[in-house]
């Protein structure tokens, strides 16, 4: 099924990358800025237009099995993200922490988050509604879906 996922690793070919799933991964998205997807499908290089992975990418991942993703980790720590206006989707990079915590500098940038679970089930916090929001914690390399409502962007600060 489909998954959230934080490509942790150093800058790599997709199927350098995936060594360890490449058998079980079916095909990866990952969002641009200008709403857009790029793609990946394995055996599928004229379908495709993700050709590297760089360090917390946010994919999608499609798997046609249950897989453990080893992934060498990046030595680039990743402190803080620019975001655009529109639709985001992040490698959440700071510590594991309740969702409003995390999202202090931003939540006046931001209108609705969204989370997939390992269930297929997505959550979502919206910035001081408690009462509607089911994400209530970020844990550290979580994927979130962010819908940036200032037409300006922000700049989301992780907490180590």
């Not at 509604?129 to 700049?155: H, K, M, N, Y």
Request: charge should be negative; charged fraction near 15%.
């Amino acid at each position: 099924g489909w998954n959230a996922v934080c490509y942790r690793g150093p800058e790599r070919p997709v199927e350098t990358a995936l060594t360890t799933a490449l058998n079980s991964v079916v095909g990866l998205y990952r969002l641009r800025p200008d709403q857009q997807f790029d793609k990946w499908f394995a055996g599928r290089p004229e379908f495709s237009t993700i050709t590297a992975l760089s360090p917390y990418d946010s994919l999608f991942v499609l798997s046609g099995s249950n897989i453990t993703w080893q992934q060498e980790t990046s030595s680039a720590a990743l402190t803080s993200l620019n975001l655009a206006p529109g639709w985001n989707s992040v490698c959440y990079a700071g510590a594991t922490q309740d969702t409003q915590t995390a999202t202090a500098d931003i939540s006046t940038q931001v209108g609705v988050m969204y989370a997939l679970g390992a269930n297929q089930v997505w959550s979502r916090f919206i910035p001081g509604r408690p009462e509607i929001s089911q994400l209530t914690q970020l844990e550290q390399f979580t994927c979130p879906l962010v819908l940036v409502t200032d037409p300006e962007g922000a700049t989301w600060t992780f907490s180590p």
